[in-house]
């Protein structure tokens, strides 16, 4: 009587719907809430590399990006050649290197020359002071970038004259965009 039903409620040209069967339905045990993974003890909390903090459960590439002057085609690069020099993986977690391991990671990584990486990756091709092929992170990297501007200025060319009028550099439009200071707007003349 079930498919008599079902045929007779059905619209004109539509396919007629099949009766439900009656099924057991088996209710599946509840799990347990999930248990994360037990921390290794041996990971330590907060690692110094380079200069900078950096949480110990991260791996070294991901480690490797938060160090000012190091990035993604970089990282590549140093990872490689962390492997040769010190025998760590990229995907080693920080927290689990030893003080001896970490003193050889920050060699290598003050240390990157045009004979460690290829010439396209190090950010100081041709040194002004040294003339050396060099990659420079954290600090140094902050202090070469303030003395090339100061040596800019002095020699005023086109480039430092608009650093020391703290304009826009290179070729940007200033119309409208990188205002500084209290903006007055349209005011009304009094009567």
């Known amino acids: 009587m079930g498919e008599f039903m079902a045929k007779a409620k059905t619209k004109k040209g539509a396919a007629p ?28 909390g907060i690692v110094r590399l380079a200069g900078k903090d950096i949480t110990g459960d991260v791996p070294l590439n991901k480690a490797l990006l938060r160090i000012k002057g190091i990035g993604h085609t970089v990282v590549k690069g140093i990872t490689k ?10 995907t080693d977690k920080v927290g689990q290197f030893d003080d001896e391991t ?3 990671i920050d060699k290598v990584l003050f240390a990157i020359d045009g004979s460690s990486l290829p010439l396209f990756l190090l950010n100081r091709n041709k040194d002004r002071i040294s003339g050396e092929d060099k990659h420079v992170i954290m600090n140094d990297l902050q202090f070469s970038l ?19 009028k703290g304009q826009k550099v290179r070729g940007q439009k200033t119309r409208n965009t990188g205002r500084k200071g209290i903006a007055m707007g349209v005011t009304k003349k009094k009567k």
């Open 17 to 44: 719907k099949k009766a439900k069967k009656a099924t057991a339905t088996v209710k599946k045990p509840k799990s347990s809430p999930k248990v994360k993974a037990a921390k290794d003890e041996n990971l330590r």
């Open 81 to 90: 050649l962390l492997e040769t020099k010190v025998g760590v993986r990229g």
């Open 102 to 104: 970490i003193e050889k």
């Open 146 to 164: 303030r003395q090339d501007i100061e040596a800019k200025k002095r020699s005023r060319s086109w480039q430092g004259y608009r650093h020391s």
